[in-house]
C-alpha cells in the first residue's frame, strides 16, 4: 500500500502569505496527486488535480508542484476565505489513499 | 449542476450493517465512477470502494470482507452496506463522483456513530 505523509498537519498564517504543504509518498506515483480543501461543515472541493493542474473556478493563487514522490501546495497570497483543512490524495495504485490533513488557520 | 446527498441511520450498534444511500441530481449513475470516502474523528480519510457506470465495483482490500456497493439506476442512487461494524467504523460518510480518478463533485457527508 502507497502511504501518504502530508505535514504540517497544523499551520497559522498571516493574509498576504505565502503558505506551502507538503506531501510525501511512500513510493513512485508519478503525478497522480491531488489537492482538495474542506471548510468546516462542507464537503470537500478538488482544487488541483494531477499535481499542478487548476480545477475549474480555482482561483489562481492556488498551485500545486512535484513529481515522483514529493509534491507541494502552494498559495500564494492567503486570503480568509482559505481557512480550511487540507489534503493530498494519491490514485497511482489502482485505489486512493489520502494524507493526513493540513489546518490551515489565520494568525 | 451534479449534486449529491448522503443519507441514512446517524446511529448503528455493534457487529451491526451500516447502510447508507446516495442519491444523485444533475448527472446520470450510467456515466462515470462513483466513490464511498470516509473520515474519522482526528481527521484521517480513507477511500471504501467505487461502483462504476457499467455495475462492476473496487474495493478498498481492507475492508473487501464486509463492504458491499450497489446501485438502482432507475431511482439515479447508488448505496454503501457495510457490515459487522465496530466502533472504529464511527466516522462522516461522503460519496462523490469520480471524474478521471478525481473526486469532482461529493456530498454533505453523514455522520455515522458505532455505539450501543
Known amino acids: 500500500d502507497i502511504q501518504m505523509t502530508q505535514s504540517p498537519s497544523f499551520l497559522s498564517a498571516s493574509v498576504g502569505d505565502r503558505v506551502t504543504i507538503n506531501c510525501k509518498a511512500s513510493?513512485?506515483?508519478?503525478?497522480?496527486l491531488d489537492w482538495y480543501q474542506q471548510k468546516l461543515g462542507e464537503a470537500p472541493k478538488l482544487l488541483i488535480y494531477?499535481?499542478?493542474s487548476l480545477h475549474t473556478g480555482i482561483p489562481s493563487r492556488f498551485s500545486g508542484s512535484g513529481s515522483g514522490t514529493d509534491f507541494t501546495l502552494t498559495i500564494s497570497s492567503l486570503q480568509p476565505e482559505d481557512v480550511a483543512t487540507y489534503f493530498c490524495l494519491q490514485h497511482n495504485s489502482g485505489s486512493w489513499t489520502f494524507g493526513g490533513g493540513t489546518k490551515l488557520e489565520l494568525k | 449542476e451534479v449534486q449529491l446527498q448522503e443519507s441514512g441511520p446517524g446511529l448503528v450498534k455493534p457487529s451491526q450493517s451500516l447502510s447508507l444511500t446516495c442519491s444523485v441530481t444533475g448527472y446520470s449513475i450510467t456515466s462515470n465512477y462513483w466513490g464511498w470516502i470516509r473520515k474519522f474523528p482526528g481527521n484521517k480519510m480513507e477511500w471504501m470502494g467505487y461502483i462504476s457506470y457499467s455495475g462492476s465495483t473496487s474495493y478498498n482490500p481492507s475492508l473487501k470482507s464486509r463492504i458491499s456497493i450497489t446501485r438502482d439506476t432507475s431511482k439515479n442512487q447508488f448505496f454503501l452496506q457495510l457490515n459487522s461494524v465496530t466502533t472504529e467504523d464511527t466516522a462522516t460518510y461522503y460519496c462523490a463522483r469520480v471524474l478521471h480518478f478525481h473526486f469532482d463533485y461529493w456530498g454533505q457527508g453523514v455522520m455515522v456513530t458505532v455505539s450501543s
Open positions: 513510493q513512485n506515483i508519478n503525478k497522480y
Open positions: 494531477n499535481t499542478n
